[in-house]
């Protein structure tokens, strides 16, 4: 840092900015009286939970808010210019230009029917940033600049052509093609994998100081921020909680609310492995897997894909396995054969001394007794036309009759198991939040009794609080009733949580696998190391620690001056 | 839009903040538009006619007055008389219960053995879904109106055989629209979770399956049931549905052609009414495709 970070120009400053959403004819606030600024070259994270506003913040900024939603109140300001109530067609002229947006999600954010060269010559031409001639050069060299390798083959290619991680690279090219001074970033990496992430904020990083762009990051994953932000600021329900330098609020948070985000958070929960099961645990094991190989055959071809290539391992009863994995290590494979949804090209896969690969028909059914699968996304794992009731009752009706009054109590037991008021029964799975709905999914799992429960990435796609609080329950149902856990996440910080025993996937290979503590302190594989390093959080801040709790000004002046 | 990479987003573009307005039932009127308004409004009264016929019309439909023949419309005869002197609008509105009920048969005939295909092809899959798919391949290959003809000359002529006739011709369509849900939902990942916790074949069919599926057949029942209006009038017309002087709108407009010369309204007047009702249907049905989409 040099003495010129003392007086970098504030690029976006919000003032007092309220927003509403009209929903049936009331307007509902949802963003209550924020302020921030963003500093050139500074990196400021907007960090809450979903519903927290921090989307919709930073959409007003681009003035891309929903067609239901209006800034009532406060100024946005860019570069010094108030441009709060701008017109969609006079805002045109600075997106892109002065502010630019990297979506959240890769794969809906590109024109599927047109190359990826297009699209970035696009903006080019829209503000006839270069002669018409050097477009082509310019989107190739700014492909190789997001490092994309053979970049003018990139421009030919269409999206689905590109993996998650090459497409959100050109998006981000599509963002820095005409060096705006701010970069919106809305959960840049949160659809990606760890390594993926790590890679894609390592870009962004290096980008900004190329370019001494400023960058507001939107994430909800305090992990990322601490990593990556200078300076972190708080929301939750709409109202700004805390802002600071990201050293200050990490290690001195004021509100209760950062203090419970940071407990929550589980690549920043202290790096503690869970204690060794207790003694008295039965010493059979729940889950034998051995060799196991599951092959795709390609359509229109004699050969096939081998998703799964020679997997092994066992889980005790009572305890947690977990599968590691980013997409494509076979990890979804391995579980769909373990609750025979899929049968196996080979191989072994014993569940209580049953084996599973064997089974079809009335068998296969009643093992599904034994098993039960969490899918990973509640939102679409529960029948959108049901009641909860329903829902949870449902695998009653599939075995011996059951009476309707044992139905109803065993329902309103096992919604007590999950922490749920008697109250959501009667409501249909979209009026519950993420959360809600998979504490619904596992009451489901659980009212069957079995043994065995299968989690597939069961809290990745909920909120840190909700998911600390799934995983706390997790826990308390395992110990209550003797639950044996198959644990698959691509989050290792989840995994060092909650799980006992671990295999690391890659390419359907096992690459790693043992105790979790012996896995994670002695990795036996570079990949095993790489996702490890990849965990987001661990960002050195000591030096910065030892200034505060001084002001900031001493604080920059210091750092100027060493 | 200066960015293309707000493609996910193009549509929030189109910022337009719509005045406030009061939670009424009035306010709920006027922001439903106003085309569907009046289409609501054409169906019911045309259903009102077949409910309640004589409410609406006193004159007889059938039985003609001596020296009352082919008179244009006046205050007397709003929409004149035929050649047999009977009342023109006493013979619409008592008309429309053949029409109605007719296409009411034709849709639930098509629904009912469209989805019955549909969802056996769509669940079951492999050579019964290929099957059953050819064969409304086959059914889709031959114009409708011969296929309606065809079955009709099997089964006699009749306002029920007609009705049944134009509903058979239907079936491939709501066979297709069911199949495409049914493959869709199957997927879904709360019908995998269904028969994971230890759902049979049939129970989970019924109770996931086949209801997620049939939001958008809605749609297509109230785009069918404008067509079937048209197919049993055209029916009608060519004398292969109800007998005279049974009123049926078609048959209106092929006897009125007798006097296209000298009673212009005897076709126009029933003409139009079709036409009406066709139109109202078609868009009663974008309403019902437009709120199943806004639920996904």
């Known amino acids: 840092m040099s003495i010129l970070s003392l007086v970098k120009p504030t690029v976006l400053e919000l003032e007092n900015l309220h927003i509403a959403y009209t929903d049936h004819g009331h307007e509902q606030p949802v963003v209550h009286g924020v302020s921030l600024t963003v500093a050139a070259g500074e990196v400021v994270a907007l960090v809450g939970e979903s519903g927290s506003g921090k989307t919709t913040t930073a959409q007003a900024v681009i003035g891309l808010l929903a067609d239901n939603g209006r800034l009532t109140q406060g100024t946005i300001r860019l570069n010094g210019e108030d441009i709060t109530g701008w017109s969609q067609k006079q805002l045109d002229g600075i997106r892109g230009r002065v502010v630019s947006l990297i979506p959240q999600d890769p794969t809906s954010s590109l024109n599927p029917v047109q190359t990826v060269g297009r699209q970035i010559a696009e903006i080019l031409k829209i503000h006839r940033h270069v002669a ?101 600021v708080v929301l939750q329900g709409g109202r700004i909680q805390e802002q600071g330098r990201t050293a200050a609020v990490l290690a001195d948070p004021q509100s209760r609310y950062t203090r419970r985000l940071l407990a929550d958070a589980p690549s920043l929960a202290l790096k503690n492995f869970r204690p060794a099961p207790a003694a008295d645990l039965p010493a059979d094991d729940a889950i034998v897997v051995t060799d196991l190989v599951h092959e795709f055959a390609l359509s229109g071809r004699r050969d096939s894909f081998r998703a799964v290539d020679g997997i092994s391992f066992r889980v005790r009863r009572g305890s947690t396995h977990a599968i590691v994995g980013e997409s494509g290590s076979g990890k979804t494979t391995t579980v769909r054969d373990v609750v025979g949804f899929q049968k196996p090209t080979s191989g072994r ?214 | 839009m200066s960015t293309p990479f707000i493609y996910s987003q193009a549509a929030a573009s189109s910022q337009a903040h719509g005045a406030p307005f009061l939670p009424t039932a009035w306010a709920r009127l006027q922001r439903t538009p106003f085309t569907l308004v009046l289409a609501v409004l054409v169906i019911g009264i045309v259903a009102a006619w077949a409910l309640v016929p004589g409410w609406f019309a006193g004159q007889n439909p059938v039985q003609g007055v001596a020296r009352q023949q082919l008179l244009a419309p006046d205050a007397a005869h709003i929409f004149g008389t035929d050649g047999l002197g009977r009342d023109l609008y006493a013979r619409v509105v008592h008309g429309a219960v053949h029409s109605l009920s007719g296409a009411f048969v034709a849709v639930v005939v098509g629904l009912v053995m469209g989805t019955l295909i549909g969802l056996l092809a769509g669940a079951i899959g492999g050579w019964v879904d290929d099957l059953l798919m050819r064969f409304v391949d086959v059914l889709l290959a031959v114009p409708a109106l011969l296929l309606s003809l065809s079955i009709i000359i099997i089964l006699g002529f009749g306002t029920v055989n007609a009705a049944i006739a134009v509903g058979v011709a239907s079936v491939a369509s709501f066979a297709r629209l069911v199949r495409s849900e049914v493959v869709r939902v199957r997927r879904a990942d709360y019908v995998e979770a269904a028969f994971g916790s230890g759902g049979r074949f049939w129970p989970v069919l019924w109770r996931h399956v086949l209801p997620n599926s049939l939001t ?65 249907a078609n868009r009663i049905s974008v309403a019902f495709s437009n709120v199943s989409r806004g639920q996904e």
């Open chain 2, 216 to 280: 958008s057949v809605i749609g297509l029942a109230a785009l069918q049931f404008g067509s079937a209006i048209l197919s049993i009038s055209t029916l009608g017309f060519l004398g292969y549905g109800a007998p005279p002087p049974t009123p049926e709108w078609g048959l209106l407009i092929a006897e009125g052609r007798n006097y296209l010369s000298t009673g212009w309204w005897l076709t126009t007047v029933p003409g139009v009414l079709v036409v009406l009702v066709v139109l109202s």
């Open chain 1, 349 to 562: 896969i014993s569940i209580d001394g049953v084996d599973v690969a064997g089974l079809r028909g009335e068998p296969l059914r009643q093992f599904r007794r034994k098993v039960q699968l969490v899918h990973q996304n509640p939102f679409t794992s529960l029948d959108p036309r049901q009641t909860v009731f329903r829902i949870i009752e449902e695998p009653l009706l599939n075995f011996e009759p059951v009476k309707a009054e044992e139905r109803t109590r065993r329902v309103n037991e096992i919604l007590q198991h999950v922490g749920l008021p008697a109250s959501v029964l009667q409501r249909r799975a979209r009026a519950l939040s993420g959360g809600q709905r998979q504490r619904v999914a596992i009451a489901r799992a659980l009212i069957l009794r079995p043994q065995v429960l299968v989690l597939d990435e069961a809290v990745s796609a909920l909120d840190v609080t909700v998911q600390a609080q799934i995983l706390a329950l997790l826990e308390t149902l395992q110990k209550t009733l003797g639950l044996t856990y198959l644990f698959i996440s691509h989050d290792l910080s989840v995994v060092r949580q909650i799980a006992d025993t671990v295999s690391v996937l890659q390419g359907g290979r096992q690459v790693d696998s043992g105790r979790v503590e012996d896995v994670f302190l002695r990795p036996g594989s570079d990949y095993t190391r790489e996702l490890i390093a990849a965990i987001p959080g661990q960002a050195n801040h000591d030096d910065e620690l030892e200034l505060f709790p001084e002001t900031a000004a001493s604080y920059r002046l210091l750092h100027a001056t060493a």
């Open chain 1, 132 to 232: 018409r001639g050097d477009v082509a050069d310019r989107v190739v060299e700014l492909l190789a600049r997001v490092g994309l390798s053979q970049p003018a083959l990139r421009a030919t290619q269409y999206p689905h052509e590109l993996s998650g991680g090459m497409k959100q690279r050109v998006l981000i090219a599509i963002a820095i093609a005409l060096q705006p001074a701010l970069i919106i970033a809305d959960e840049p990496t949160s659809a990606l994998d760890v390594t993926v992430q790590r890679r894609i904020l390592d870009l962004i990083d290096e980008l900004r100081r190329e370019f001494g762009t400023a960058v507001l990051m939107v994430t909800h994953d305090l992990g990322v921020a601490a990593d990556r932000a200078d300076r972190l």
